[in-house]
């Protein structure tokens, strides 16, 4: 028994250790956990996007593809670095996109049906490389391992259902801080997108697409992995101001993609 708490006790004084050595900020100021490095992170994005690859044709419409990688590369050449970005369409109709570590992006044609425009398509990418850029995707991961640990001392000390914590973990931990990231990448977005000479006014349009879908019908903003839509056009609206300053500028430098 005094051996097994010894044990517990070590193991809590290293992961203290490792949360407190594991401190980051974010570009918007707020405080991390990253356990994780930016390599590791990177192959496990590249990995995924090669997985994914391999399972999900990719569109063959050339006009389709020139159009979204207008818009992507537009938007990555203010990122910050060296990274040679990769960037395919994938012929699924939902309204989607992603970006992952190591520089890909994906773009579902699905998507096109709601960001009617190029401002509205960079909205979109604009918060999918946000997520990269603050590292979301290093959050997430250390944040799960993070849990998946505290359940299982949980577990060994109490004896408590680890299925019912790890429901406990999903509901009042993993899915407040995933949408804290989303709310996050809309707003590192729209500066991207208005950064890179796209109308950041377009995004609130966007919003008010993407919140048609479905007829409205979604789960409650406390059981899901997004904001509604509402917030997010309220956040984007408060941050408009900051991101139209930097669209005049980027237009003044002569940033003015056109993309067709």
Request: charged share 20%; hydrophobic share 40%; aromatic share 6%.
């Amino acid at each position: 028994m005094i051996r097994s708490s010894a044990f517990k006790y070590g193991v809590l004084v290293a992961l203290s250790l490792s949360l407190l050595v594991a401190c980051a900020t974010s570009p918007l100021g707020r405080r991390q956990l990253k356990l994780f490095s930016e390599q590791e992170i990177a192959q496990m994005g590249v990995q995924s996007y090669q997985e994914l690859k391999s399972e999900t044709p990719v569109t063959k419409d050339a006009s389709v593809n020139r159009y979204v990688q207008c818009v992507a590369q537009a938007i990555t050449r203010q990122v910050a670095g060296n990274t040679v970005w990769e960037v395919n369409v994938f012929a699924e109709d939902q309204a989607n996109a992603f970006a992952l570590p190591g520089g890909k992006i994906g773009v579902y044609t699905g998507l096109l049906d709601v960001a009617k425009n190029q401002s509205q398509l960079a909205a979109v990418i604009g918060h999918e490389v946000g997520h990269v850029i603050a590292g979301h995707s290093n959050e997430r991961v250390s944040s799960q391992a993070v849990a998946q640990l505290g359940g299982q001392l949980t577990y060994a000390a109490t004896g408590i259902d680890p299925q019912l914590l790890g429901v406990a973990a999903q509901t009042f931990f993993l899915l407040p801080y995933s949408r804290a990231h989303e709310s996050e990448a809309d707003l590192i977005g729209e500066d991207l997108m208005a950064d890179a000479g796209f109308d950041p006014r377009e995004s609130i349009q966007l919003w008010i697409n993407m919140g048609r879908l479905n007829n409205g019908e979604r789960p409650p903003q406390f059981l899901s992995t997004h904001p509604s839509p509402e917030n997010r056009i309220r956040d984007l609206n408060n941050r408009l101001e900051h991101s139209m300053a930097i669209y005049n500028q980027a237009r003044a430098a002569g940033r003015r993609p056109n993309c067709k």
